[in-house]
């Protein structure tokens, strides 16, 4: 028998222990471990609840982990106040860390440290119920906020601020959140970009949706998407076609640029993109922030951007920064500093330039906040052949034959698939309760209670 313990389960823990089953190894038992009591990793905490097609996956997902080789184990962390890589190696034959990207990057500039300035992560954790989220975090009093980034994460955040609270009343966005939103007095967005049109990496859909938003109206200066060479050509700046996602976004931000009308009664949120700003500075107010001070800039010729010399400032009382993700390093595991991930081949862990038979990585923690959901199940097979061949080397070491006994025995309180159940069912009454869907747990004592059915 090959024992395996995955570490994480969202797509990439879940995507490796399915590709473990399907292996050729014919008696594989896999433990899906997760430092959270609860799985899906960013499928539960990181999708828009609006976006409800995305947080289908969580059915699939279900289905792996539901199969008898597998077993679900939560409320077990690992590194830093957990079990160690040391002691992973001596429960299983074989261990794989899907541990993801956690870290935001920061802007590094002056006043990003003040009250009202955020990671986009920590907006996103709020309203999605993270049990690490304070759960009155956001009261949303600013008028204005700013959105710094342009991906689809800068896009979720500034569609849930705009969209109030009505359209989400039947997802499954925790009390608290819920109640923010229905106060909010936020009623301009902006979402600010130090490139152009054609570099930002939101997707054509996620686009849409921000003018398909009601009680929001889009605006969008068109002397600022004239800045980029590829708006009015068909072609990038290495002469090639532009991707087709490329044209279509270009497409939608065209035709609201040539729709400049006032907002009309009872679409009273405004959202604004901008581009080819790049933040240098967050302003203060009264010990708060107070707006951010934007450097003008202009394409180099290359594909990058240089400062003009202009700048503007844009009021604003909340700000967001969702410029990307980064790995953090697992106490244990050796770490690339400058690419913020695990250094491997072919998914095995390189230690001092060898590779460590036993140890492997797939997901973010591989290669880097790159692709979607599904980029994680060729990255998670490539890893498991890597397993496989080293598998005849891994079977002959003794490991323990009871990990969950060895879990116990020291101290520890597994949440296995039962008490995620147990969690579901809490979260249907508690919603039920409120007239509504289910409704997240957004605390860990709550999550715990409702998992082992008894008061902590």
């Not at 497409?251 to 009273?268: H, I, M, N, S």
């Not at 695990?342 to 591989?366: C, F, N, Q």
Request: proline fraction near 8%.
């Amino acid at each position: 028998m090959l024992r395996v313990a995955v570490v994480g389960s969202g797509p990439s823990g879940v995507y490796t222990a399915q590709a473990l089953l399907q292996s050729r190894v014919p008696d594989v038992r896999v433990h899906v471990l997760d430092r959270l009591p609860t799985p899906y990793g960013l499928v539960r905490y990181g999708v828009a609840p609006d976006h409800e097609k995305i947080k289908s996956l969580q059915s699939s997902l279900r289905a792996v982990l539901e199969d008898d080789r597998i077993t679900f184990v939560g409320n077990v962390g690992v590194g830093a106040g957990g079990l160690s890589p040391d002691r992973l190696k001596e429960m299983y034959h074989a261990v794989v860390y899907c541990v993801g990207a956690a870290a935001d990057r920061p802007l590094d500039v002056p006043g990003e440290g003040l009250p009202g300035s955020f990671s986009a992560t920590e907006f996103v954790s709020w309203y999605s119920a993270h049990p690490d989220a304070a759960p009155d975090g956001f009261a949303l009093l600013a008028r204005s906020a700013v959105v710094v980034g342009v991906g689809n994460v800068a896009v979720d955040v500034a569609r849930i601020l705009a969209r109030g609270a009505d359209g989400l009343r039947g997802t499954d966005v925790p009390r608290a959140a819920l109640d923010a939103l229905v106060a909010s007095r936020v009623r301009e967005v902006h979402i600010v970009g130090r490139r152009g049109p054609s570099q930002a990496r939101f997707t054509t859909k996620e686009l849409r949706e921000l003018g398909a938003l009601p009680g929001a109206r889009i605006a969008v200066d068109g002397s600022e998407l004239a800045l980029d060479p590829a708006y009015a050509a068909a072609v990038g700046l290495t002469g090639t076609p532009l991707p087709a996602v490329v044209r279509r976004n270009l497409d939608v931000l065209r035709g609201w640029a040539a729709d400049p009308r006032p907002a009309a009664p009872g679409r009273e949120r405004r959202i604004r993109l901008r581009f080819f700003l790049r933040p240098v500075e967050l302003l203060e107010r009264d010990g708060r922030v107070a707006g951010v001070r934007f450097a003008r800039t202009a394409p180099d010729g290359a594909g990058g951007v240089r400062d003009t010399g202009v700048y503007e400032d844009i009021e604003a009382q909340l700000v967001l920064r969702a410029v990307g993700y980064r790995g953090t390093p697992l106490p244990g595991l050796p770490f690339d500093p400058v690419r913020g991930t695990v250094p491997h081949l072919a998914g095995r862990v390189v230690r001092d330039g060898t590779a460590s038979p036993g140890e492997y990585v797939a997901g973010w923690i591989k290669r880097g906040p790159t692709g979607v959901i599904g980029s994680n199940r060729s990255c998670a097979k490539e890893t498991v052949a890597s397993l496989i061949e080293d598998a005849p080397l891994l079977v002959g070491r003794e490991v323990a034959t009871d990990p969950l006994g060895a879990l116990r025995g020291q101290g520890l309180r597994p949440v296995e698939w039962d008490g995620w159940l147990s969690i579901e069912r809490a979260e249907a009454a508690l919603g039920r309760s409120l007239g509504r869907g289910p409704v997240k747990i957004p605390d860990w004592s709550g999550l715990l209670e409702a998992a082992h059915g008894e008061p902590l």
